[in-house]
């Protein structure tokens, strides 16, 4: 058979010398035209490999993969041999600390011995492991032009870590950037405190976290790929320094702004950025992610709340958390995931977390009154597993329940079950709450009214049943008689921050659900008696923790919402006893009002959202300061009439015998709550309590609380404080 004539193009074109073909090429000993960027065998496999759908879990290239050798005098490719660049960058970082060695030898002797400062956070220079700066690809070093340079962002740090930045030497953080360490981050012994702390203390982030191996990850070298990412890092930063930091600035309307937390949330976000343009990590981003909008909700910044809340929601679909498994193990007519099936079961179970972290996330962003993200019939991921399950990694089935089961809110399997796994329920249940009021809002020809009955609306009667009564009856024995505040060994307390929320949220969820429907002028109302009592049991619970010695700064943001529905309810009985000229139980409305805006903005003095949702409450409260006779309405911190002003702890004085009593109904099911617990539950004190004779609610007086005042340390604060992992 005669050989094929070669063509002019192919007989003109010169032949290769020795290693200018393609690396690819050269591999599997295929001819190569050397074409730039990419030769034709290459293009060719590459548009072959595109034409056939990825298997699932997997993306093809999105160009041929085709690289080759460097060219003598000319730069190194974007896709030249990772190990290459290192040995380049490593040349490149040697010279540099050279050059300013030498520069630190002119400096003067007093430019010399103030100390040096370290930036306060940014990305992992690591090449290995892909963490390259959220600000370019440029080296660190390239930044560093003199001594002076590192004390750029000395500002950011709190006086403690400034003292101990200034014992580091130059030479100390030349070594530390040489050794592969972000010199944006603070140094290892500053982050591994800030990493306690926030472990310790955070109410929300920690739990899509596994902590044994985050710590363990931690002491492996920069370098490493299993070196935690460093937005993870940076949001820990910016989360734990709400405990640990005093470099802090008192805005006009009194709430505080951390310039270090700000540091490290900006960084967190440069990564976000990058992430939504390139997808790189996009797994440990969207945990980061996740720890940042926590951060922000603490600080009362809706907007970013809002986007933030969209943005991890939406992104965890195309990441398939939301299959059972939180993975999709549908055929190709599917379209595949973005990650690939989990690993092993830590990995699983984090997913499965921040699944639905995330979920939860958004149900509290909306509670005022905008629609989920997230559909429950969209939820197809099951409930996670105990926290001591995840940290001991116990090989255990997934947990059988998820948003389809019948009776998820009612039973409450006891292998699957901790005050984590309740408060998510208890979220979800809120959610459904939001999705009914915004549901019959949009579909409904006019807005709800007090003179409507809504037990005839389809589906109320069944969810009035679920948050008035059924979810807290159906709770085990063991978290149903506890909130959490409990007695550790004999005077010592702690505060399981989720199950006290869980016996919260109902309530609140009543509120939400009745307020629209109470009419205070009918006593005998169903939604007025459930508005009242549902307030009265969250000051109840308050008064049980204000009995304590706790810090009430540690519980979840999410209580001051609850807060606020409470004083909702408050604010409008107290304009019903002002029209009535009921001034004796209008007082004491005064004075619950008060203690839940003192509980406000004790909160607010660590995280602002406290303060925002006072002020929030202030503008409810304008027309009923106009109206009221009391003298001095809007005071806090002491008790009004019908309290004794000579000592704040006498007992209430009696109302007058004449004095018209509405028949307003009995103080709720948690006060009752507190007299039958175990003797380990505090809320049983013997501290003055307020008679109930003519009182509006039975709940005991206010009682001074010396932790609020001043500033306890760090160490004093978190002794006294557990939380369920």
Known sequence: MPKAIPS?????????????????????????????????????????????PAPPGYAHPLEPQCVYDPVDGLALAQDTDPIEKIRMLEEEVSKLKIQLQEHNNIMSPARHSQGLHRPGSASSSSASSGQTSALGSKPLLHNI????????????????????????????????????????????????????????????????LHRPSFLSAMRLHPRDPAFPHSAILHAICAS?????????????????????????????????????????????????????????????????????????????????????????????????GYLPPPKDFRDLESRRRVWWMSIIFDRIVSVGGWIHAIDDRDIGTELPLR????????????????????????????????????????????????????????????????????????????????????????????????????????????????????????????ITLHNPYMDLNDLQRTSTNRCIKAAQAVLSAYFMLSATSLDITRLHPFVTICWYLAAVVQVQVCKHFIEIGDHGREAQVW???????????????RSPIGTRQEQLLQGLMKEIVRLTSQKRPLEVGLPLYPFSHTTLFSSPNDLPSDTPIAPLPNPTAVSQVGARAHNNVVGT????????????????????NDTQSGSPGYEQDTATWGYAQ
């Not at 020795?18 to 050397?34: G, P, T, V, W």
């Not at 900006?266 to 976000?272: A, D, N, P, V």
């Open 8 to 52: 002019a193009s192919t007989a003109s074109r010169p032949a290769l010398r020795r290693n200018q073909a393609c690396r690819s090429c050269r591999k599997r000993k295929l001819k190569c035209d050397a074409a730039r960027p990419h030769c034709g065998t290459c293009v060719k496999q590459w548009q072959s490999l595109i034409s056939v």
């Open 145 to 208: 032009k003199n001594v002076s340079a590192l004390a750029l962002r000395q500002e950011s740090l709190s006086p403690e870590l400034q003292s101990a930045a200034n014992r580091c030497s130059s030479d100390a953080i030349l070594e530390l950037i040489y050794s592969g360490w972000n010199p944006d981050l603070p140094e290892p012994h500053i982050l591994n405190h800030y990493i306690e702390v926030f472990f310790k203390c955070d109410p929300c982030g920690p739990r899509i």
């Open 240 to 336: 734990a320094s709400r405990w640990s930091s005093r470099n802090v600035a008192i805005l006009p309307d009194g709430s505080r702004r951390d310039q270090f937390a700000e540091y490290h949330a900006g960084k967190t976000r440069q990564y976000i950025d990058k992430t939504m343009a390139t997808g790189e990590d996009i797994f440990q981003v969207v945990q980061a992610c996740i720890l940042l909008s926590w951060y922000f909700y603490q600080e009362g910044r809706w907007v970013e709340i809002w986007i933030f809340a969209g943005f991890q929601t939406r992104i965890a679909v195309p990441l398939r958390l939301n299959y059972p498994g939180t993975f999709s193990t549908h055929g190709s007519s599917s379209p595949g």
């Open 387 to 510: 926290g001591e399950d995840f940290d001991t990694e116990q090989l255990i089935p997934s947990n059988p329940q998820d948003m389809i089961t019948e009776d998820i809110f009612t039973t409450h399997l006891p292998r699957y079950t901790d005050s984590f796994l309740l408060l998510i329920k208890a979220i979800m249940m809120f959610g459904r709450v939001t999705d009914f009021n915004v549901r019959g809002s949009l579909r409904a020809p006019t807005a709800p009214s007090k003179h409507q009955d809504p037990f005839v609306l389809p589906g109320f009667s069944e969810l009035d049943s679920l948050v008035h009564l059924d979810f807290l009856e159906n709770l085990p024995h063991m978290y149903r008689f506890n909130i959490g505040v409990t007695d550790v060994s004999g005077s010592a307390q702690c505060v399981d921050t989720d199950l006290y929320l869980v016996h919260i949220i109902p309530h609140a969820a009543t």
């Open 591 to 605: 004075e619950e009002i008060n203690i839940l805006r003192e509980a406000m903005l004790s909160y607010g003095a």
């Open 685 to 704: 004190h013997s501290g003055p309590v307020a008679p109930a004779t003519s009182s509006l609610y039975s709940v005991p007086s206010w009682p001074p």
